[in-house]
């Protein structure tokens, strides 16, 4: 039924990069789909620790967290059938993020698929029920992109099917409100460098106009940081070139990656 909740983690160099970051995120979910869990933040961490040792991965891996309401009684929807307490998977695998692809770019198609409003299935959760998602990726992939670049209800730009996104505009940073994407801890991340290094950084809404004729764009996301995008709907963003803001912002993620 897609009743449950996950959360990514990037490990790097032994440690679990903005860890409580990510927990809050998740117990915020699961408490707002009421769903229960017995382990608290640091037994989380403790089964994250574990299966990486068990494993031997120091880094270059990512964690899939997985929790959904539980085993049921009967095969139905209603939470009331889920009588065995919640279910609590990790799925973990050596994958690097090749940083260096973020100068080359990627191909985004936008797609008739729309991110949905709050009260259908609010994108803040990380919720199993993706479908709409993985349509958007299908309608891409047919297209020939890389991602779905995805409009909110309005018709403004939003999202990826995966990722946040952001344009620049004459020393301008752009991204959306906020109100029909997913909650990025990336996304967080790159608003904070923005603020502390005094690049003027928006949450509104804007257009494709305004995006095709932007001087950069990049999506944020755990796994990839920051990514280049090349073009959106085959226009050319910018000079096809990572620009002076892009190269500023993602040296200090990844360097607050190292601090973490």
């Known amino acids: 039924m897609g009743d449950g909740i996950w959360e990514g983690l990037r490990l790097h160099k032994g440690k679990w990069l903005f860890f409580d970051d990510h927990m809050e995120r998740l117990y915020a979910a699961l408490k707002a789909v009421e769903i229960e869990i017995s382990l608290t933040k640091e037994d989380v961490h403790c089964q994250l620790e574990k299966t990486r040792l068990a494993n031997n991965m120091e880094t270059d891996a990512y964690a899939r967290l997985m929790i959904t ?26 994958s690097r993020p090749v940083l260096d692809s973020s100068k080359k770019g990627i191909k985004l198609v936008t797609v008739p698929q729309m991110r949905g409003q709050p009260m259908t299935q609010d994108p803040k959760l990380n919720s199993h029920s993706k479908l709409n998602c993985v349509i958007a990726c299908l309608q891409s992939s047919k297209a020939g992109g890389d991602e779905a670049l995805m409009l909110d209800p309005q018709g403004f730009v939003n999202t990826t099917n995966s990722c946040n996104f952001f344009i620049i505009r004459k020393g301008e940073v752009w991204t959306s409100t906020g109100d029909y994407c997913m909650n990025g801890i990336t996304r967080e991340k790159v608003i904070q460098i923005c603020r502390n290094l005094g690049v003027p950084i928006y ?5 494709l106009v305004d995006t095709y004729s932007a001087e950069g764009a990049f999506l944020t996301g755990t796994f990839g940081g920051l990514i280049q995008v090349f073009s959106i709907d085959g226009h050319q963003i910018g000079n096809g070139l990572e620009g002076a803001i892009a190269v500023k912002l993602r040296k200090f ?4 990656i190292e601090q973490n």
């Open 203 to 207: 949450q509104r809404n804007f257009s």
């Open 69 to 94: 309401r539980g085993k049921k009684s009967k095969a139905f929807q209603h939470p009331g059938f889920s009588i065995f307490g919640s279910t609590f998977v990790i799925i973990m695998e050596h």
């Open 253 to 256: 993620y990844e360097a607050m």
